[in-house]
């Protein structure tokens, strides 16, 4: 039982160039999300999917775009990556709905945008 | 809007010493509340919660007691180990997945 699985661990880009990070888990849980954590601004919601087939906008959406590929799975993208997106980058998922089941989280990609 | 409140670190102890890490939030309704620990090159991981007011999370001799009419979820320590250094987030939960709101996080340095 892996949890929540993220690739890639690191990874450096040149402004414009496009990448997707990759998300998985094994816990046949229902609901995925995808956080951003810079320092001095906690953890933000970049997108999140309740449920296989649905994906909704969190609080930091805009140069993203996500795709719930099946109920394991959930991909964040960078179109043309910016310097104002370098980040940590997690991945959690949850049962549910988060206010009543805990969010599990990944290990976090590392990535920064010359 | 909402937000979370923290105390800013790093917070450097003693081993043994007690520990405190405030943590207050502004949200409307009635929000659950977490704090959620990260280890040095991990993700978070969910240390304790409680549900409604005067609930009581604990958890590997950390608690943190919902204080409504304070509107804080600070988080205790009796006696703190060198396994404790870590960054704590506080967080809450507000009437659905968009309403999800971490603090800043707190880095923790126990010392020998």
């Known amino acids: 039982n892996a949890g929540v699985t993220q690739t890639p661990k690191f990874q450096v880009l040149k402004t414009g160039q496009s990448m997707t990070l990759q998300c998985a888990q094994d816990?046949?849980?229902?609901?995925m999300y995808w956080y951003r954590q810079d320092p001095g601004m906690g953890l933000r919601l970049i997108y999140y999917?309740?449920?296989?087939?649905?994906?909704d906008k969190g609080e930091v959406p805009n140069g993203y775009n996500v795709s719930r590929l099946n109920k394991r799975e959930f991909s964040l993208r960078l179109e043309s990556a910016a310097p104002s997106q370098t980040s940590v980058y997690f991945c959690?998922?949850?049962?549910?709905?988060?206010?009543?089941?805990?969010?599990?989280f990944g290990p976090g990609t590392r990535l920064t945008v010359l | 809007g909402n937000s979370v409140t923290q105390m800013e670190g790093p917070v450097t102890l003693s081993e043994e010493a007690f520990l405190t890490i405030n943590c207050t939030y502004t949200?409307?309704?009635?929000?659950?509340l977490f704090w959620y620990v990260q280890y040095p090159g991990e993700g978070l991981q969910l240390l304790l919660k409680a549900t409604k007011a005067d609930d009581k999370g604990s958890n590997k001799g950390f608690e943190a007691t919902y204080r409504k009419e304070t509107t804080s979820f600070h988080l205790e320590k009796g006696s703190v180990q060198v396994s404790d250094s870590a960054v704590y987030f506080c967080a809450f939960l507000s009437g659905g997945y968009q309403k999800v709101t971490f603090g800043t996080g707190t880095k923790l340095q126990v010392i020998p």
């Open positions: 949200a409307t309704g009635y929000p659950s």
């Open positions: 816990m046949n849980h229902n609901s």
């Open positions: 959690a998922s949850s049962v549910s709905a988060p206010q009543y089941n805990e969010q599990f």
């Open positions: 999917s309740a449920s296989e087939g649905t994906t």
